[in-house]
């Protein structure tokens, strides 16, 4: 399966971006989906990640109550909703699926697919 993350950009403190992670190649209905980031100079972590049916969904703290991540089969995408995003939310926004397991995991060695990333940048 390839994956293709679109949706970054720059928005000022406070602001919103809505990221999206088609796939392509195979239907991903089955597979979980995770979302995750890296910012310059740092190791890549976790940020939220859905089950394959979206009925579990697990985010890390730092962005719980801000970002929504949600997916929608029919059109073979997941999505992360980013509100009120602060300048240390800037990093490349990476997708990843998961044949491997269907729960909402934030261990990026479960996830065997992975999108080329998009750049969120948060400033004014």
């Known amino acids: 399966v390839q994956l293709q993350a679109s949706g970054g950009g720059l928005v000022q403190p406070g602001g919103s971006l809505r990221l999206s992670c088609a796939g392509s190649?195979?239907?991903?209905?089955?597979?979980?989906m995770g979302w995750f980031r890296q910012a310059p100079g740092k190791e890549r972590e976790f940020v939220a990640a859905?089950?394959?049916?979206?009925?579990?969904?697990n985010y890390a703290a730092s962005v719980k109550g801000r970002f929504t991540i949600s997916r929608d089969n029919a059109k073979n995408t997941t999505y992360l909703q980013m509100n009120s995003l602060a300048p240390e939310d800037t990093a490349v926004y990476y997708c990843?699926?998961?044949?491997?397991?269907?729960?909402?995991?934030?261990?990026?060695?479960?996830?065997?697919?992975w999108g080329q990333g998009t750049l969120v940048t948060v400033s004014s």
């Open positions: 990843a699926a998961s044949s491997r397991s269907g729960a909402a995991s934030s261990i990026s060695g479960v996830y065997n697919y």
């Open positions: 190649g195979r239907t991903i209905s089955r597979y979980s």
């Open positions: 859905t089950s394959w049916s979206g009925g579990s969904t």
